[in-house]
């Protein structure tokens, strides 16, 4: 099973930036997909990026396509999601996720089978 550990949350104004990256353990983490999810206050976790084992495919939920950027780095078993243009609505606890599947050549939210977790790092955004 795969370790993740997220950082780079924080506090930020409305129509800022942050990037948030998870760093896994283990020798598979190549082999996963890996997604982002969040669950804000009230309401359940939901699916907002994924991107394949090799990189070569990504989607996004419909709310952050266009300001949210996923991306991997095998070689340093980490994976990225850059936030930009962030809104309030945005707020929330973000939370890494390795695919349970190896090699998944095409990623989708409804197709991601969640085998591990991280623990979560905070995002909120001032209005």
């Known amino acids: 099973q795969v370790q993740l550990v997220e950082s780079g949350g924080g506090l930020v104004q409305a129509g800022g930036s942050l990037r948030l990256s998870c760093a896994a353990s283990g020798s598979t983490f190549s082999r996963h997909a890996m997604g982002w999810f969040r669950q804000a206050p009230g309401k359940e976790r939901e699916f907002v990026a994924a991107?394949?084992?090799?990189?070569?495919?990504?989607d996004y939920a419909e709310s952050v396509k266009g300001r949210f950027t996923i991306s991997r780095e095998n070689a340093k078993n980490t994976v990225y999601l850059q936030m930009n243009s962030l809104k309030p609505e945005d707020t929330a606890v973000y939370y890494c996720a390795a695919d349970r599947v190896e090699f998944t050549m095409v990623v989708t939210a409804k197709g991601f089978d969640v085998g591990s977790w991280g623990q979560g790092t905070q995002v909120t955004v001032s209005s």
């Open positions: 991107v394949s084992w090799s990189g070569g495919s990504t």
